[in-house]
């Protein structure tokens, strides 16, 4: 198998390691790792498995780093249809989510995916669905969680109320008598 070589100039040991200093995110350090990788030597093949991904990737990433030089680290844009949801809003929901629904005109008492939704609707005109409204909930750093629902003790006074209200004869002795076994 033919060993793959960096060929542009751009590309050396010390820039790609500058870069990696300076940029956040995981997939460009990982790309910068494989190209260093190549530098010293490595096969893609080895490169792809060490990283757990296939070696046409490797390849790919190479191929565009040789025709690019270093712009071949970045991804480019990927299209994509506009949030209808701008940071402007985003940022006024991340405030009303520091109080309650109701205080934002909406009569729930806990924010989830509908309320969310709810809310965004009437404040800024903006329709999402539930799932999108979760996922914006989870963007903003919040979880979902569901309610710890309480059952209250009854009281002494109290169940037995419930047991007289639940059988189907009364106690009351003017109503004690027997209903008629006849069918006409």
């Not at 033919?2 to 790609?16: P, S």
């Not at 109701?102 to 995916?113: E, H, I, P």
Request: glycine share 8%; charged share 30%.
């Amino acid at each position: 198998m033919k060993v793959l070589k960096i060929t542009n100039a751009e590309i050396t040991r010390q820039r790609l390691l500058e870069m990696a200093e300076n940029i956040s995110g995981a997939w460009i350090g990982i790309r910068i790792a494989a190209f260093l990788l190549v530098l010293s030597g490595w096969k893609s093949t080895d490169i792809a498995s060490l990283f757990g991904l296939s070696r046409w990737s490797i390849v790919k990433w190479i191929r565009k780093a040789n025709k690019n030089g270093l712009a071949g680290v970045y991804d480019k844009q990927r299209p994509g249809r506009p949030s209808r949801i701008s940071d402007a809003c985003k940022r006024e929901l991340e405030t009303a989510l520091e109080k309650p629904p109701k205080d934002s005109g909406v009569g729930r008492a806990r924010w989830d995916g509908v309320v969310v939704g709810e809310y965004l609707k009437r404040v800024h005109g903006v329709t999402i669905r539930v799932r999108r409204a979760q996922q914006l909930l989870h963007e903003l750093g919040y979880t979902l969680k569901q309610p710890a629902y309480r059952f209250v003790q009854a009281s002494k006074r109290g169940i037995k109320g419930f047991r007289v209200s639940l059988k189907k004869t009364s106690h009351d002795p003017k109503r004690s008598k027997k209903p008629n076994d006849s069918f006409c």
